[in-house]
């Protein structure tokens, strides 16, 4: 296994030249036959290892002439793959060479090789797809492959979400004469449907068919599912018959699709009709099939019909999970009914089941609404002690709740554990800050006084929503009412600003700090700091930290880990281990976060080392207008 995960060493590099086999005098096809014979030899000898001279000679031609002469013998052909990848990992491929790698490893079914190779060739820039395909043609035959590499090839532009491009490798395979397999169909049709170009995936099929490819049951669903998506359920009964025509019959799958999609628009006889349909033909409904009409008719019918198909799953054998009940208390939470949705969730937990997000932020909404903030922050309370860890949407709506209702110390301190939790303050909770602002006015109106910890809640909440210069405004209100800012107001407003690249503006705050006897702390340079190192001013960053050495201050795990990722962006490995060095020297973390320390900082060199060696050099972040620190850098604003 050492030997595969070489084949794809990060160091290897290749050009893609098609269809550029060098040309050679007779006396060197001497050599390169003479070679060839050797590397042979040596392969059916088991001790090519101990041929290195041979294997630095070789060249992407006599590459390609060992795997040729390797096609009634793949496994020999493997071991040499393997270890030209072990002991010659700087060789440079061609489009050829590459290519006769790829048949060889799908051949030998390695397909995670083989793919892992193809994706290389997929994102090359300046390489077409027709170049790939003719690439692949020219070593096809003699390499003994088959159809299953462009298969492959087909689905990795898929996965890696090339759809449109999937689709013309697709057609220029077929046009150069190759049929298709129904998995190569399969993997595009599905990558197209769930894009949502249905029309492209109808133009697709009929291509398909019309090429006297063999369809089967997954064709058939992938495009059930496209009709579905579509809403255009006339076409389901013409798509079956089609199918059924070509001897390819539904399985639980299709009817699993299609009763979602009647259900989910409110066709619920059609949704029925299918149940019934399953039954004539040996299937049975189950548990997913029923969760999906429960849910078509929680939104179309009404909630008693809800709570009799409950009772019916319950009556054949099928026990309801939590998705069934959440179905059923998301529709009582929307219509207000409070002793119903609390005895759903009663019902939930006597049968032993795990309540979720859905049921949590539907019980908390509910509550938070009509005014119960005790028990809708006891349902929050009660979802963190079983383990969940409240999202933007939880905090959100008790956010709106308490402000709604004039609670804005408890909305403060829900939002102030919302942002340490490390959730982004959306437009929603924004505008609902806006209200709270407006309501803390009227309460320093009447007399209230406010505290650095509000405010400092309340610019945290402005800089995270990219709005840094309104919680700049704010400081003047803060000062109005004899609120002095703090560090964590202008750390909180430095990192606003260079979250927005206003360099400038986070160094005037450096100024109006010291100006105030507060000298900036760990935090404040680091937030510079990682300024610097996201728009790839590494000069600039390198001498922010040295300024904090000077100061006197201990840079962290978090100073270390932006001028790392910031040199590893910058391709400047050297730079990055040399920190690496220097956080582990200094003693910052320790035991088993020092090794975690050590395996991440490799794994950044190592993914820096790939992109370089795919042909996609990593540029780091794009780098703005520079200003030197002489200018306005820390070297004068700290002194």
């Known amino acids: 296994m050492a030997a595969s995960s070489s084949l794809l060493n990060p160091i290897s590099t290749y050009a893609l030249k098609p269809f550029q086999t060098p040309s050679t005098s007779h006396q060197s096809q001497h050599i390169q036959t003479f070679l060839v014979d050797k590397i042979l030899m040596r392969l059916k000898q088991g001790n090519l290892n101990s041929s290195n001279d041979h294997l630095f000679q070789l060249t992407p031609s006599s590459f390609i002439d060992v795997i040729y002469r390797c096609r009634h013998n793949p496994q020999l052909g493997q071991t040499f793959l393997d270890t030209i990848a072990s002991n010659h990992p700087k060789f440079k491929h061609s489009s050829i060479s590459l290519s006769a790698a790829i048949h060889l490893l799908t051949r030998n079914r390695r397909l995670s090789d083989a793919q892992a190779l193809l994706l290389r060739m997929v994102r090359k820039s300046g390489v077409s797809r027709g170049m790939i395909v003719d690439s692949l043609l020219s070593t096809y035959e003699k390499c003994g492959s088959n159809p299953a590499v462009f298969d492959l090839l087909i689905r990795t532009y898929v996965q890696a979400r090339k759809v449109r491009e999937g689709v013309e490798v697709f057609r220029l395979v077929r046009n150069r004469g190759i049929c298709v397999h129904v998995n190569g169909c399969n993997g595009v049709l599905g990558g197209i449907v769930k894009t949502g170009w249905i029309d492209l995936a109808f133009e697709v099929y009929d291509e398909i068919v019309s090429s006297g490819i063999r369809v089967n049951v997954y064709t058939m669903n992938i495009m059930v599912n496209a009709v579905c998506k579509e809403g255009k359920f006339a076409k389901v009964k013409a798509l079956l018959t089609e199918f059924e025509r070509k001897g390819v019959l539904p399985d639980t799958v299709t009817y699993n699709t299609l009763i979602n999609g009647y259900s989910r628009v409110g066709l619920l006889d059609e949704a029925v009709e299918m149940m019934n349909d399953m039954r004539s033909k040996g299937m049975e409904p189950g548990l997913y099939t029923y969760n999906a009409f429960l849910n078509g008719v929680c939104r179309n ?339």
């Open 301 to 639: 019918g009404s909630f008693e019909n809800a709570k009799e198909v409950l009772k019916e799953m319950v009556r054949i054998g099928l026990n309801p999970d939590t998705a069934s009940y959440n179905t059923l208390l998301v529709e009582c939470c929307r219509k207000h009914k409070v002793t119903e949705a609390e005895t759903i969730f009663g019902e939930m937990l006597e049968n032993d089941l795990v309540p979720d997000f859905v049921t949590y932020s539907s019980l908390i909404g509910l509550f938070s609404r009509n005014g119960n903030l005790d028990r809708a922050l006891a349902f929050f309370n009660d979802m963190k002690s079983i383990g969940l860890v409240p999202d933007n949407v939880i905090y959100t709506i008790l956010i709106n709740g308490f402000c709604r209702h004039g609670v804005i110390s408890e909305a403060m301190k829900i939002r102030d554990e919302m942002l340490h939790q490390g959730c982004v303050l959306d437009v929603v909770t924004m505008g609902r800050v806006v209200e709270a602002l407006r309501i803390w006015d009227e309460m320093i109106g009447k007399g209230i006084e406010p505290t650095i910890l509000t405010g400092n809640t309340i610019v945290k909440g402005y800089c995270r929503s990219g709005s840094p210069r309104e919680a700049a405004k704010f400081l003047d209100k803060l000062a109005a009412n004899d609120v002095i800012p703090d560090r964590i107001t202008y750390n909180t407003l430095i990192h606003g600003y260079l979250m927005e690249d206003d360099m400038d503006k986070a160094f005037d705050l450096v100024h109006k700090m010291e100006s105030q006897g507060m000298l900036p702390d760990v935090v404040t340079y680091n937030v510079i700091l990682d300024g610097f190192c996201k728009q790839g001013r590494m000069h600039e960053a390198n001498r922010t930290y040295n300024k904090m050495i000077e100061k006197g201050l201990n840079p962290d795990r978090s100073t270390f880990v932006s001028l790392i990722n910031g040199h590893v962006s910058q391709d400047n490995l050297k730079e990055a281990f040399r920190y690496h060095d220097q956080m582990l020297h200094r003693g910052k973390e320790m035991g088993r976060e020092k090794t975690e320390d050590k395996t991440w900082a490799r794994k950044r060199g190592q993914k820096a080392a790939n992109k370089r060696v795919a042909g996609q050099k990593y540029a780091g972040p794009q780098s703005h207008g520079q200003k030197g620190m002489d200018q306005k850098g820390m070297s004068q604003k700290t002194q």
